[in-house]
């Protein structure tokens, strides 16, 4: 099972069980401990993940945070950890104060379904007031889930995680905000795109009035442009099945012309007959019939190809009489005339009740 598969599992494993979840305990067992597991690192093991960390803060002594990761000897990340119900907001500054005194380089905040992850990107040995990453487990996005494989031991390179943390957070941040110009734009936001179209002074009046149009606007871009990538979408499905008809339809013309050069022979016709004069002292002789290939003329049981009785090969300088042994593999004989297919009447008879007994199972 590949890290994206594990991750979305443990994700609908905190859905299935979160209201059966009902103490900090029980999301630490049941939610942190294996998304810790999944990162690869052993919690069985103290000298990889420590549980009830102590960090002494200022004047007080014993303090303890719930897991710290050490890799190389070296405690590299901080975790705190609060019942899955509780509003993280409440608790980022007690995250903030261990990260103070330890020398970690990342510092996680968790309830066991939001994770947030943070880092001394501004200030050196002082942890950012917000996270570089953030996201719910249960509805974790792939991009997210690439993120977070860089925290998997096996990949982990601390120096790799900053370089590209500071993009992401600030990536993060103008997602929100943009997000929240879209919904509630400010009046700042508003100016900026109505004076480029309205000619005149901004007024109150005018501010007010645009703050509906980007509304709209806003609104008939983003419908507009899942329009498109739907109908994208669509002529791609379309495409697809029309490239799939097509091969179809070659197919079935190659295989008619296949059956074009099949010619079934008057010899390949008495050879059938004779094996049917052969077989009628041991089953009903209806039952017998014939498909012919390019290659060989098959004789069968009950219609079905896959109740081969015999084989020939009839077009070539040789000829031969052909079973097939238990798994499946061509057993040759040669013959001179087709009279020699009654010298194999006692194969031709242990066929039919091999047959028989299939038939049976």
Known sequence: MDFKDEIKILGERVLKHKDQTYTEEGTKNAFVMPFLMALGYD??????????????????????????????????????????????????????????????????????????????????????????????????????????????????DAESIVNTASELKYTNELKQILQQELINPTPEFVKHFAKQVYPKLVTAKV????????????????????????????????????????????????????????????????????VKSILRQKIDIKRVSYRDAQSYFSIILDDNNRKTICRMYLHGVKKYFVVLDDNKKEVKSEIKTLDDIYNHSDTLFQVIEKLGKANEK
């Open 207 to 274: 501010l007010e009035l645009f703050t509906t149009l980007i509304k709209k606007s806003v609104q008939q871009y983003i419908s507009d442009l899942i329009t498109e990538r739907l109908k994208t979408a669509l002529n791609k499905e379309d495409e697809a099945a029309k490239e799939k008809e097509k091969e179809t339809a070659e197919a079935l013309v190659q295989s008619k012309e296949a059956e074009n050069k099949i010619i079934t022979t008057e010899e390949e016709i008495e050879s059938f007959m004779i």
């Open 43 to 156: 919690v069985f093991n103290p000298n990889e993940v420590v549980p009830e960390f102590i960090s002494d803060i200022g004047l007080k002594k014993g303090e303890k945070i719930d897991y710290a990761i050490f890799l190389n000897g070296q405690c590299t990340i901080l975790i705190e950890c609060k019942h899955w119900s509780h509003d993280l907001n409440l608790y980022d500054g007690q995250l903030l104060r261990y990260f103070h005194v330890s020398k970690a380089k990342f510092g996680i905040l968790t309830n066991g379904i939001i994770y947030r992850f943070y880092s001394d990107l501004v200030d050196p040995n002082k942890m950012d007031e917000k996270p570089f990453l953030e996201f719910n487990i249960a509805e974790i996005k792939d991009n997210q889930i690439e993120e977070l494989k860089k925290f998997h031991k096996s990949y982990f």
